[in-house]
């Protein structure tokens, strides 16, 4: 069968989502397989365009990894019919302008999140992309961990009978910077540059909770800054302005509810840097990226509350590691081999702009609740 070659611009392709999971871990890996197998036995060779602000880096990347075309001129590449696909990896406050101008160049687009810093903004670009008739995707990965693809199967085998509620741990210590090294960039502590853990994670949360369990319908949310003062790459000492913790419940469709830890100033005493703790009337299961444990009805304890005794039951071992029935790849790749398919052969892709948008709504709302000190019910979002 034969082989078309799908040129995709990678704006951001150097920065470290960019260059890890979306170059390395995703397009190369594509490349090096001989491209994504299409339905009719043919495949779809990808090839990448890097475009960032340095020439001297991109020509580095492009160099040790064989990639023939780097430019630092976007309006270029955009203007270039031989790169019918834009992939936006850039800081969020430099992603709207940018896919503003691929929507017009008449590009498919597939972007990181939050799609954009504001939700208006966020819908405005779905509006565009939808008057334009361009293909559009938002990176969902978390629902690509081989976690939560074993969760899917069980919530889809109706193995929880009624979904009571779903509570969730995420997070870990990152070093303020002075003696040890920070693990995540500077400017995610600053609220002025589009920092913060609600605009971080809360647009994962909103596609876990609304394509496992249900729409998000309200948000209650308590937002701090544990640590004032951080050092950022260069030894600089800063004053740390966005939320790097946040406690949220989440009332979905349905009446599942929904508790969701997020923080950058925890210790992980967990198995996972994130598990989630679902529970139903007929089992529970416990995820985080790899691991799904799970409890039946017929073999869950029988515990009883006596503070004066030292308990010896061993409720770890309750529960059952959940088989290893297939092979997981990586899950930015998966996703990006769908999103080549729907570009391709007009697959079905659900994880749009709009989605994206919804995202960027409920951290708006995760923020405004934090204020207000209350709960604030989430519209649903349409075009």
């Not at 696909?85 to 850039?90: E, G, K, P, Q, T």
């Not at 308990?311 to 990586?330: A, M, Q, R």
């Not at 999103?339 to 702009?353: C, G, S």
């Amino acid at each position: 069968m034969s082989t078309q070659t799908l040129g995709i611009i990678m704006n951001g392709a150097s920065g470290r989502m960019g260059y890890r999971q979306h170059l390395v871990r995703s397009i190369l890996a594509i490349r090096d397989q001989g491209g994504v197998l299409l339905s009719d036995g043919s495949r779809v060779q990808v090839e990448p365009l890097l475009v960032g602000r340095t020439e001297a880096k991109l020509a580095e990347i492009a160099k040790r990894h064989d990639i023939e075309h780097y430019t630092t001129d976007l309006e270029a590449a955009l203007a270039d019919e031989r790169w019918p696909i834009y992939a936006d990896f850039l800081v969020t406050s430099a992603r709207v302008p940018a896919m503003r101008r691929a929507i017009a160049a008449g590009k498919a687009i597939y972007t990181e999140k939050p799609t954009a810093e504001t939700y208006a903004d966020a819908l405005e670009l779905a509006r565009l992309a939808d008057a334009a008739g361009i293909k559009n995707g938002v990176v969902h990965d978390k629902l690509y961990l081989p976690g939560l693809r074993k969760l899917r199967r069980l919530v889809d085998s109706g193995f929880f009978g009624q979904i009571l509620s779903v509570r969730g741990e995420f997070g870990y210590w990152v070093f303020e910077g002075d003696w040890m090294p920070a693990q995540r960039p500077s400017w995610n502590y600053r609220a002025e540059d589009g920092g913060g853990i609600v605009v971080d994670m809360f647009p994962h949360w909103n596609y876990v909770l609304e394509n496992l369990f249900g729409r998000v319908e309200s948000v209650y949310a308590r937002t701090t800054t544990e640590i004032p003062q951080r050092v950022d790459e260069s030894g600089e000492t800063y004053r740390a302005t966005a939320d790097d913790a946040a406690y949220a419940i989440f009332e979905l469709a349905g009446g599942v509810t929904a508790q969701l830890n997020s923080s950058w100033v925890t210790r992980v005493n967990r198995d996972e840097l994130v598990e989630f703790q679902v529970d139903g009337t007929h089992g529970s299961a416990v995820v985080g990226l790899w691991g799904c444990k799970i409890q039946h009805r017929n073999e869950t304890p029988r515990p009883t509350w006596n503070p004066d005794v030292p308990d010896g039951h061993d409720y770890p071992s309750d529960w059952h590691e959940v088989p290893e029935t297939e092979v997981f790849e990586n899950g930015f790749k998966v996703q990006w081999e769908e999103f080549i398919r729907h570009v391709v052969e007009d697959t079905p892709f659900p994880y749009d702009f709009l989605s994206g948008a919804r995202g960027v709504l409920l951290a708006e709302k995760g923020l405004e609740s934090a204020r207000a000190q209350r709960r604030i019910e989430v519209p649903e979002v349409t075009l």
